[in-house]
Every structure is written in C-alpha cells, then in structure tokens.
C-alpha cells in the first residue's frame, strides 16, 4: 500500500498547489499596489504585469510536472510507459482555457472595479471584491492548465484508456457526486472556479475493473455532518442521510433549474418524460419545448425535508419525486 508521499497523484496534487500558491501570493502583493488614485497607471505598471507573469510561471511548472505524473501513475499500475510524444511546458502557458490571452483575461478584473466604482460601491468593498476575482482568475488558470497538461501527457500514452476523476475533501456536492467517475481521455474536464479536482490515469484493465472506492457515497460517509450540511446544503444533506440520490438531490439545483413560488423552492430538473414526468403524471408536451413534461410541481429535496418532521412521510415523498432509486435507507435520522 502507498504512502502519500509515494501516491503520484498525492505528489501531484501537492506540487500544483504550492505553484498555485505562489501565483496568488504574488497576485496578492500586486493588487496591494493597486492606487486609486492612478488606476490605469498603477495596474499597467506595477499590477497586471507582476500578476500575468506569476500566472505563467506557475501554468509552466503545473505543465511540466504533467508527463512524470502520467509515468508514475502507469508505473504503479504496472503498465508500460511509452509515450508518443513530449510535452512543451511553456507551450501551456500564457493564455486562459477559453484561449483568451491572460493580459486580457486579468484586464477584466480592472473593468469590474470601475463599474462597482461607478454604481457606487465602497471603495474598500470594491478593492475587496476586486482582489478576490483577481485570485479566482489566476489559480484556476493554473490548475486548468495543470489538468489540460495531464490530458496531453495521456493522450500521448497508447496504455491510457481514460481517466478517473478525483475529488478531495472538502469538495462542493457538484464534485463529489462526480467522483469516481470514469471519462474517455479525450472527454473535456466538467470544473468550476478555483476547482481543485484531478485526473488519475486509467489503463484499459483499470477501466474494466476499477474498485478503487473513490465514490460519491464514500466521499460522503468520510464527511461530519456539519461538512456534508456546508457542501450540499442543510435540507439537501439532510436528504441524502435520509437515503435521497445524491446526484438527484444536487441536479435538481442546476443553474436555473430552481424557481420559487407560493414560498417553496420547485426545480424543473427531471420533470419531462426522460426525467420522472411519468412517474409524476399530468404529462403534456409545452409550449417551444421538445419533451413532454410533467405539470405537477417537483419540490427541491430540501423543500421536502423541511416540510415535514415524519420520517416514513419523507421518505415517500422523496421516492415520489424521484430522489430515491431504490428501497434501501439509510440510518441516520434526519
């Protein structure tokens, strides 16, 4: 068994946050030269190029320990390295994932400071904000470039089949009901600002029989209480101790899928056809839409949770609107 100073993705994953690290800390130092009084001059000289600089150095080094990592990995699967290719760190760097070039990238978070300006922000507030976006920028650009890095380095490995993705805690509950979650290598990386989710590499054999127990449910149950309550939610975290689908629970949230009325939360998530109209009946097909839906309302699974105090109540309730797939409960009381 590993050490986590033997892990590959352990030494990975350390290695990545000190550049990241550093990037923010230099960013960090930039921005406290940021004068009021001279916006445009102090972010031209003093700000923006110490910020685009430390951004690129540590997209440079996240890149060039991609390839060793991808080699370890595949050692300690025992499978063969042979890659096809070598990867040209600096190639990584010098531009956001969206292919935007990072002096443009960061120029935006000096466009937001004079808009909160003009709406009449305070000014320390702005300064605030202004820095807390600016550091958002820089480490996801790093640990984005880290993970495109990755995808090279496996692209180039004829024994990787895909890739399994790894959540560390704490984890928002987008991630966790991700993890474990195996993708081809070539599939794109589903992440949000400042994520820190990783890849690991998966041979062929691995994707057949991976057991690894790098689940949603393990990643859970490893959680207190107060954290599971802090990722998902009180009433949605409640809702899963009490047996809902996690995935279930944490889609019905998607952007824009939450509306409130008459006081309590409905989410449009699942409600067509594909989803669980049928199940809640009263289907038909809308207008401009593709699917027929249902037209019975689809509570949150929070909004079932703290709409009653039974436990047989809810668990029907939950069943009824498609947070529970199967019959097993769990335990923990709610």
Not at 47 to 73: C, L, N
Not at 87 to 102: D, E, I, R
Not at 118 to 125: F, N, T
Not at 163 to 171: D, I, K, N
């Amino acid at each position: 068994m590993s050490t986590p100073l033997q892990d590959p993705e352990a030494r990975l994953y350390a290695r990545q946050q000190l550049a990241v690290r550093g990037a923010v800390d230099t960013a960090q130092d930039a921005w406290s030269r940021l004068s009021m009084a001279d916006l445009d001059g102090s972010w031209e000289q003093d700000v923006r190029p110490r910020v685009v600089i430390a951004t690129e150095e540590a997209q440079i080094t996240a890149a060039a320990i991609a390839a060793p990592y991808v080699t370890a990995a595949l050692a300690a699967a025992a499978a063969v390295s042979a890659p096809m290719g070598r990867l040209v760190a600096q190639a990584f760097a010098g531009y956001a994932a969206n292919g935007m070039p990072l002096r443009v990238l960061m120029d935006q978070v000096l466009a937001w400071l004079r808009r909160a300006l003009v709406l009449g922000m305070p000014v320390s507030d702005a300064r605030t904000l202004g820095l807390s976006r600016l550091l958002t920028y820089v480490a996801t650009e790093v640990g984005d470039t880290g993970r495109a890095a990755v995808q090279a380095a496996m692209i180039t490995e004829p024994a990787v089949a895909g890739y399994e993705r790894v959540v560390r805690l704490p984890a928002c509950g987008r991630c966790v009901i991700l993890a474990g979650r195996l993708y081809r290598v070539s599939d794109g990386f589903l992440r949000h600002p400042r994520c820190d989710c990783q890849m690991r590499p998966v041979t062929r054999e691995q994707w057949e029989h991976d057991d690894r127990g790098n689940s949603p449910t393990a990643l859970f149950d490893r959680m207190t209480e107060s954290e599971q309550d802090r990722a998902f939610g009180k009433g949605d975290a409640a809702a899963i101790r009490a047996g809902a689908d996690m995935a279930r629970v944490v889609n019905a949230r998607r952007k824009g899928a939450v509306y409130i009325a008459g006081g309590h939360a409905f989410t449009r998530e699942a409600t067509t056809v594909r989803g669980i109209g049928r199940q809640l009946g009263d289907t038909a097909t809308r207008p401009g839409a593709r699917y027929r839906s249902s037209g019975i309302a689809r509570p949150t699974a929070a909004q079932l949770v703290h709409s009653s105090d039974n436990r047989a109540e809810l668990i029907a309730e939950l069943r009824r609107y498609g947070y529970l797939r199967t019959e097993s409960l769990a335990t923990t009381s709610v």
